[in-house]
């Protein structure tokens, strides 16, 4: 990955910042997407941007997101959005709000609304143990 870990861990606090807490499911798939992506130091990235973003407004989170976004190496914006999607999932629960957030993510991440839905369809696709808030 291209992207830097800043940039990164943005958007995976927004994520986290969708459902509120920083779980051990999400901090279990964190470790395991550090030794994929072999960035040791992600948890530790991410906590610190979990703790700038906890007190943020929905509006200055966008504003947050829309600056980090126009970091994000090309071509990568679909793999950022995937791993938001995965994160927000890590509990095996996907909620409408995170599912707004996540077309919210795709829009700020300049992906079209086609490749994001493919992208959440797989997805679901993939997770059979995964439960959809209706």
Same mark, same amino acid.
């Given at each position: 990955?291209?992207?830097?870990?800043?940039?990164?861990?943005?958007?995976?606090?927004?994520?986290?910042?969708?459902?509120?807490?920083?779980?051990?499911?999400?901090?279990?798939?964190?470790?395991?997407?550090?030794?994929?992506?072999?960035?040791? =130091? *992600? @948890? !530790?990235? &991410? %906590?610190?941007?979990? /703790?700038?973003?906890?007190?943020?407004?929905? +509006? =200055? *989170? @966008? !504003?947050? &997101? %829309?600056?980090?976004? /126009?970091?994000?190496?090309?071509?990568?914006? +679909?793999?950022?959005?995937?791993?938001?999607?995965?994160?927000?999932?890590?509990?095996?629960?996907?909620?409408?709000?995170?599912?707004?957030?996540?077309?919210?993510?795709?829009?700020?991440?300049?992906?079209?609304?086609?490749?994001?839905?493919?992208?959440?369809?797989?997805?679901?696709?993939?997770?059979?143990?995964?439960?959809?808030?209706?």
């Amino acid at each position: 990955m291209k992207t830097d870990i800043k940039t990164l861990t943005s958007f995976l606090a927004a994520a986290v910042w969708a459902d509120g807490e920083y779980d051990e499911y999400e901090k279990e798939f964190v470790s395991d997407l550090a030794a994929e992506l072999e960035m040791p =130091q *992600l @948890a !530790d990235a &991410l %906590e610190k941007e979990i /703790k700038a973003t906890e007190t943020m407004t929905e +509006e =200055q *989170l @966008a !504003d947050y &997101l %829309e600056s980090a976004a /126009k970091k994000v190496a090309a071509g990568e914006g +679909e793999g950022i959005l995937s791993l938001c999607l995965q994160m927000m999932c890590a509990d095996a629960f996907l909620a409408q709000d995170e599912m707004d957030n996540f077309f919210s993510f795709a829009e700020i991440l300049n992906v079209d609304d086609d490749s994001a839905t493919a992208i959440l369809d797989e997805f679901v696709d993939e997770e059979e143990d995964l439960i959809i808030e209706q």
